[in-house]
């Protein structure tokens, strides 16, 4: 089961919407797997899409994102291992 987001802007071709869209999926990301939860992002474009947003002829579908409960044949990203810690260098 997941929850679905849409990132949308209201400007047209504007170069910085893209980027700041990729910084808020990016802290989306970070919270659901604090929380252990799998997040999706994809670019997703076209008419239908906009339209069954509801979307007026001036917001632009930019990128979606689900969220939710890894499924059970999930692929889920082990935890980096822990570098063991290191001495501090000899003194001369």
């Known amino acids: 089961r997941s929850s679905d987001l849409a ?4 400007v047209k071709n504007d170069k910085y919407s893209s980027v700041e869209t990729g910084f ?16 999706w992002f994809h670019a ?8 069954a947003l509801n ?11 689900a969220v939710g409960y890894p499924g ?6 082990p935890p980096p291992p822990t570098a063991p810690p290191t001495a501090p260098p000899a003194a001369k």
């Not at 990132?7 to 209201?10: A, I, L, N, P, Q």
């Not at 802290?27 to 797997?33: E, G, Q």
């Not at 059970?72 to 990203?77: E, H, L, M, R, S």
């Open 7 to 10: 990132y949308v802007s209201d």
């Open 24 to 39: 808020i999926g990016q802290n989306v990301f970070l919270f659901a797997a604090s929380e252990g939860l799998g997040a």
């Open 72 to 77: 059970p044949n999930a692929y889920v990203v």
């Open 44 to 51: 997703i474009h076209g008419d239908d899409a906009s339209r």
């Open 55 to 65: 979307l007026t002829a001036d917001q632009h579908l930019l990128y979606a994102q």
